[in-house]
């Protein structure tokens, strides 16, 4: 298994499933979730609304539609409010849910984005820490779990997360 931290644009991936950083209406919005949307086309809001919504915390899929990737594994991730109303678990949860969901596909190869920190404010670097730590221990049953992100400081940000959850001193 490999777990890989990269630049780059989530719709454009190759692999088996990308995760999208959705909200609880799975109807589409704006940052990632409406660049999925976008690159995806119509099949993807067509299966959305089938769907019912998604409960933060939460991860449900629907075909890739037009994408590269056959499935699209939308994830709820929490707003951040100051860290004391359940965001850490929450957010630990929207990452377990969707390679939970990602086995139930048989899906091999796995990316993410940083779900929760864009509009809904989540610090990137508690979020790294807690995105990285939540994949862990379901990463063995995958080939790849990718972390595709926006920019050399949220890149790095994770990178850390991984290196800390790898030194027991950590």
Known sequence: MTLG???GDLTEQR??????AANTSLLGGGG???AIHRAGGPEILAECRLLGGCATGDAKATTGG????????????????????????????????SLEVALELEARTVA????SCGVYGYPTE???????????????RFDEIRFVLRGDD??????RAAAETEDPKA
């Open 5 to 7: 931290f990269v630049l």
């Open 154 to 159: 949220v890149r790095r940000a994770f990178e």
């Open 66 to 97: 037009r994408l590269p990737a056959r499935w699209v594994i939308h994830a709820v991730g929490p707003i951040w409010r100051g860290g004391g109303e359940g965001e850490a678990e929450l957010l630990a949860s929207a990452h377990r849910r």
């Open 112 to 115: 993410f984005p940083a779900i």
């Open 126 to 140: 508690l979020a790294a820490s807690v995105a990285v730590r939540a994949v862990q221990p379901l990463a063995t």
């Open 32 to 34: 990632v979730d409406g």
């Open 15 to 20: 692999v088996d499933a990308i995760v999208n």
